[in-house]
């Protein structure tokens, strides 16, 4: 794995580029996210620089004089570490620590050290040294450099296999070997699910730092661990909210999401994100007071869309409504989506009209359906109440009869059930 936090702080220079598509304004904004994440891992921003390019230089990223301005201010502050906001080449990587001598990471490796240092169930670090195999496996040809030449003379007869190769093919069979673990992981989960199946699901979501983990705590009275740094939460949580006297939802805290998540941690998140997808209800959480708002909605909407989870119910709840000065914008917020609540998590502003908005969102997914049962069926009927909420019961010679408001995509299956002798 690759270890970035020490002891103490490690000083370091970010590193961003302005293209043609790709602008000096949207460049800063994107540094002041790779700041936020640099110093989630632990670094200290010595300095930050940025370029305009026309196109990326193959060989360095960023041209021969940006390098030898970055190496001065290397050697002349002793800076072990240089950061870039862009995934780099084997080569790039490679090219660069030489004319550095300094170590080079790119934004996702740094994403990836903060997942590695953040996991703590098994599953979080199987999940996340997946990810780091997968990233590091074409780029072996800088890690490997020193091992990788071939020797001649006596007792080297034979395949003649060099050092990088044979990593490769250890690499490649750790690979496989975890992803059979996460198999075995993601069945488990799909028989957890099951469990939960007959209850009404909602799931957070959001880009990282939004306030999905505090809204969850308030709501449930839970104790999730709660940081204001990127990532602070990379397992799913479940907890009971109840939103009335006589409706309650489970409902999963999960990972944030972020521009540029590499595509290596989206894929072995899978059985995580998973409890996206089995959500009844997307509760779309979003920093309201950021000034990156709309790209970060548009962000998270377009890992949905990866996820193919987009075409959920979604409220959208825009979150830490105490940081605005200004409050015109919420208007125009108001405006542009039909489902939304304005909150504090924080300060617990507006948590009635939080649960509200989701009891009519829920309202539009449901139906009521009216079941007889054998009053001596007592584990049916309780299985009947877990899956949603009784209006009346009456009993009736030596039966029980339940007028119920049910998920509609259940009716079905729980009228069948019913049937059964």
């Known amino acids: ?212 983990s505090t809204l969850l705590n308030l709501l449930s009275g839970s104790d999730v661990f709660v940081e204001n740094r990127l990532f602070a939460t990379l397992d799913p949580t479940t907890r009971v909210v109840h939103l009335s006297a006589a409706v309650q939802i489970l409902m999963t805290d999960t990972v944030g999401f972020i521009r540029k998540l590499p595509h290596h941690l989206v894929a072995s998140f899978k059985s995580t994100l998973e409890e996206i997808t089995e959500a009844d209800l997307l509760l779309h959480i979003v920093d309201v007071s950021s000034p990156y708002l709309e790209e970060q909605i548009s962000i998270a909407n377009d890992t949905l869309a990866e996820l193919y989870a987009d075409n959920k119910p979604t409220l959208m709840v825009f979150n830490k409504i105490d940081r605005l000065t200004d409050r015109t914008p919420l208007h125009s917020l108001a405006k542009q989506y039909q489902h939304r609540v304005f909150i504090s998590a924080t300060r617990g502003i507006n948590l009635l009209g939080l649960k509200e908005e989701v009891l009519v969102l829920l309202e539009k997914e449901f139906v009521e359906e009216t079941f007889r049962l054998r009053q001596e069926n007592q584990k049916l009927i309780s299985r009947l109440h877990a899956a949603g909420e009784v209006l009346e019961r009456v009993y009736e010679d030596n039966q029980v009869i339940l007028r119920m408001r049910v998920k509609r995509k259940d009716r079905e299956r729980l009228a069948a059930m019913i049937e059964r002798p």
């Open 1 to 212: 794995m690759i270890e970035l936090a020490q002891a103490g702080k490690e000083r370091c220079i970010i590193v961003g580029v302005s293209t043609r598509s790709v602008g000096r304004t949207e460049t800063e904004e994107y540094l002041d996210e790779l700041a936020l994440l640099a110093d989630t891992a632990g670094a200290e921003i010595v300095a930050r620089l940025t370029q305009d390019r026309d196109r990326i230089d193959p060989a360095t990223f960023i041209g021969k004089g940006k390098v030898e301005e970055i190496r001065a201010l290397v050697e002349a502050q002793k800076i072990p570490l240089v950061i870039f906001d862009d995934d780099l080449s084997a080569v790039q990587v490679r090219n660069l620590e030489r004319s550095l001598e300094c170590k080079v990471l790119d934004r996702s490796a740094l994403i990836l050290d903060i997942f590695a240092s953040r996991a703590k169930t098994n599953e979080a670090k199987t999940q996340v040294e997946l990810a780091q195999l997968q990233y590091l496996l074409p780029r072996l040809t800088r890690q490997w450099t020193h091992l990788s030449k071939q020797y001649g003379g006596i007792g080297t007869k034979g395949p003649g296999e060099t050092q990088i190769e044979t990593d490769r093919r250890m690499i490649r069979a750790r690979i496989g070997h975890l992803k059979e673990k996460l198999d075995r992981i993601s069945r488990q989960r799909v028989t957890q699910r099951k469990s939960r199946s007959l209850h009404t699901r909602a799931a957070l979501v959001g880009y990282t730092n939004a306030g999905k």
